[in-house]
């Protein structure tokens, strides 16, 4: 669990605003779902959460540190899963714990006995267990994104950041894999940021809804108050 505080943001890439003045505060342990069409500025805020982008301007503290860069406890689901098509589901998952353990030793496959405990245990989360030997490559879209989840989660994250992890899935794939990240999400209090541009899922799944367009925030409120499309 995590509380985010989010001040003053901006980002600009030339003449581009892709964050402008962007604030917000997420408690710990809440499920944010990020809306907004494509451009409006949610890759680059999740990628600024994660300290891959730096901003502009203003800051972002996780729990009163602020973020200057990739931190360990901040996981990240891509659209484009980023798996390894050539190995296990299981191999994949423990590629999670790479923070933890130096690079010889995970070359030499030597994951210490806790970091495959929590590659199965991720791996059951994410309803993938029986499938943990399969080869990554041989599996489904939906399966392979779910792969991703259980590697975030052995990453053992406080937040965890999704950048529209759904968005190449059809819509029965992704409705399964939005329910496996709020149930992660809810099994280990994590607090989550999913991205998303479909209106539906995102009702389904969001218990906060922060819109977005050209850069900015247009609309911050809870499943009670969301009835704009953004
Ligand atoms: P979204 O995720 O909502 O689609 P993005 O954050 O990807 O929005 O993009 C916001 C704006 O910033 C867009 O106009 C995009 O073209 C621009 N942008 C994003 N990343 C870069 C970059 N690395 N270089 C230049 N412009 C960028
Ligand atoms: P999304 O809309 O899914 O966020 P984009 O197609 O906007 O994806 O961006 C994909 C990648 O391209 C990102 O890494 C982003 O930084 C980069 N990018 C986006 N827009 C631009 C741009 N105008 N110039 C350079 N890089 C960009």
Do not use: W
Request: aromatic letters at 6%.
């Amino acid at each position: 669990m995590s509380t985010i505080e989010v001040t003053d943001l901006s980002k600009s890439y030339g003449d581009v605003q892709a964050l402008d003045d962007v604030s917000f505060t997420i408690p710990d342990g809440e499920f944010v779902v990020l809306l907004g069409q494509s451009g409006a500025g949610k890759s680059t805020l999740l990628r600024c959460l994660n300290g891959i982008t730096r901003p502009t301007e203003g800051s972002i503290s996780i729990d009163g540190a602020e973020v200057l860069g990739p931190r360990n406890d901040v996981a990240m689901i891509f659209q484009q899963h980023y798996i390894l098509e050539q190995i296990s589901a299981y191999s994949n998952a423990l590629t999670g714990a790479l923070g933890r353990t130096s690079f010889l030793r995970s070359l030499l496959g030597r994951y210490g006995d806790g970091d495959k405990r929590e590659a199965l245990r991720a791996l059951d989360t994410v309803g993938l267990l029986d499938e943990a030997n399969q080869r990554a490559g041989n599996m489904s879209g939906g399966q392979q994104q779910r792969v991703g989840i259980a590697r975030a989660l052995v990453q053992e994250p406080s937040l965890l950041l999704a950048d529209e992890p759904v968005a190449s899935l059809d819509p029965a794939s992704a409705e399964t894999v939005m329910r496996y990240i709020r149930d992660a999400a809810a099994e280990r209090d994590l607090t989550t940021i999913a991205s998303l541009h479909q209106v539906n899922i995102a009702r389904e799944f969001g218990e906060r809804f922060i819109g977005m367009k050209d850069g900015e925030i247009v609309f911050d409120g809870y499943r009670e108050e969301f009835t704009v499309d953004v």
